[in-house]
């Protein structure tokens, strides 16, 4: 017989290597309180890749292409894995987008996006430490500034 481990999932995603720091902002954007089945979130693990990294397990979930578009921006280095009858179908690494749409906030009150209907966007211009540049006003933000919408 197959020895389960607690953590286990049957079925739904597994986000690892995310930089321990954007470990619950990760939680944040999967809007986890809908979901029934096993939620794994460990943080501060130790990784030789990453110095400290976090891990994700979502039974029962599969992410929307919006929901790893976030994850991507926050965690670039992290990965996704697909899990199927308790086995890994699908690993994909995750890549740092060069340009953002729709999702986070301008932190420059004066922004456009911030009075009118536009689609907020903005370009990567460092991935580590991040940094994104608005495409309307220019101001630059760091990870700590972002605001996901
Ligand atoms: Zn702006």
Redesign the pocket.
């Known amino acids: 017989m197959k020895q389960l481990k607690v953590s286990a999932i049957r079925e739904g995603t597994v986000i690892d290597h995310i930089p321990s720091d954007m470990t619950f902002k990760v939680v944040e954007i999967l809007k986890l309180d809908s979901v029934k089945e096993i939620i794994s979130v460990a943080a501060n693990l130790d990784s030789k890749k990453t110095g400290k990294k976090g891990i994700i397990k979502i039974g029962g979930k599969f992410l929307g292409e919006d929901e790893v578009n976030k994850i991507a921006l926050l965690a670039p280095i992290a990965t996704l894995s697909i899990i199927k009858d308790f086995k890994v179908v699908e690993k994909n690494k995750l890549a740092m987008p060069k340009t953002v749409e729709g999702f986070v906030k301008?932190?420059?009150p004066?922004?456009?996006?911030?009075h009118e209907e536009i689609k907020?966007k903005?370009h990567v211009i460092n991935q580590s430490p991040l940094k994104i540049r608005?495409?309307?006003?220019?101001?630059a933000m760091g990870s700590n500034d972002i605001v996901l919408k």
């Open positions: 301008c932190f420059n004066n922004c456009v996006t911030n907020t903005f608005c495409h309307y006003c220019e101001r």
